[in-house]
């Protein structure tokens, strides 16, 4: 069997690429993962993309995520758990339905950046011969420094990529000035002390619905804050990504 890993970008279907969709007509089978009413807008966007580009000889079938098991209290134990129960629905959904040939999976931005479809798509080697292939697609963070027109890196400057989840813990990384933020759900920037922080926050980039806010940390954590959660409450659901930098004379 091959599993097609296929970037579909960051929501705006202008963003799929020409190699994406080559990629898509060649599959069998799609996969569409299905994760709640909340998050119904993320569904229909891959389906829209599906009525766009496939022909009708190729199935779509949709699958429900599972839901991770917060009861797990080592977060590596949790997600590996997680991983293991979405590898099974895949095999599931695969199997119902007959085929070993070419299987495609959408993934939303790019399979290589903060996301773990590459890792549970391995899992599947150990049951199925498989020849897994990637195409990537644009990113959030491609998305995010485009919508504010700045480079990602300063002059042979280093980047840091993290979460949320570890700039609470750890705070800003030794040795860097410039750090992307991805997966953050409670503000982890509002832990730092600000000074001399400039922040790039934006949410839904790349959609119809994107928010973008810059400027130095002291004054744009609040309100970020703020407008956040008016997002998140009026979708149903937020994808948000920013930028922090140290600020130099």
Same mark, same amino acid.
């Given at each position: 069997m091959e599993l097609k890993l296929i970037g579909i970008g960051t929501g705006n279907p202008e963003h799929l690429t020409l190699q994406a969709i080559r990629e $898509?007509?060649?599959?069998?089978?799609?996969?569409l993962p299905r994760k709640g009413a909340d998050r119904q807008d993320l569904a229909d966007l891959r389906r829209g993309i599906c009525e766009e580009h496939l022909g009708a000889t190729?199935?779509?079938?949709?699958?429900? $995520?599972?839901?991770? =098991? /917060?009861?797990?209290?080592?977060?590596?134990?949790?997600?590996?758990? &997680?991983h293991d129960e979405i590898a099974e629905r895949w095999m599931e959904a695969i199997s119902a339905h007959g085929t070993a040939g070419r299987v495609g999976l959408l993934v939303w931005g790019d399979p290589s950046l903060y996301d773990s479809t590459i890792r549970i798509a391995e899992r599947l080697s150990t049951r199925v011969d498989l020849q897994l292939t990637i195409i990537p697609g644009v990113t959030s963070l491609q998305g995010l420094t485009a919508a504010h027109g700045i480079p990602l890196n300063e002059i042979a400057k280093p980047v840091v990529i993290t979460t949320g989840r570890r700039l609470r813990e750890e705070?800003?990384?030794? %040795?860097?000035?410039?750090? !992307?933020? $991805?997966?953050?759900? /409670?503000?982890?920037?509002?832990?730092?002390?600000?000074? %001399?922080?400039?922040? *790039? &926050?934006?949410a839904y980039v790349g959609m119809a619905q994107e928010a973008i806010m810059a #400027?130095?940390?002291?004054?744009? !954590? #609040?309100?970020? /804050?703020?407008?956040? !959660?008016?997002?998140? !409450? /009026? =979708? #149903? *659901?937020?994808?948000?990504i920013y930028l922090l930098r140290r600020r130099t004379a």
């Open positions: $898509m007509r060649d599959c069998d089978l799609i996969l190729t199935r779509i079938v949709e699958f429900d $995520m599972p839901v991770r =098991n /917060e009861a797990i209290i080592s977060y590596r134990q949790r997600v590996d758990a &997680w705070g800003f990384p030794d %040795g860097a000035d410039t750090v !992307a933020v $991805m997966l953050d759900g /409670e503000c982890s920037f509002t832990c730092l002390d600000p000074a %001399g922080l400039d922040i *790039w &926050w934006g #400027g130095p940390l002291r004054d744009l !954590a #609040g309100p970020i /804050e703020t407008r956040r !959660a008016e997002l998140r !409450a /009026e =979708n #149903g *659901w937020i994808m948000d």
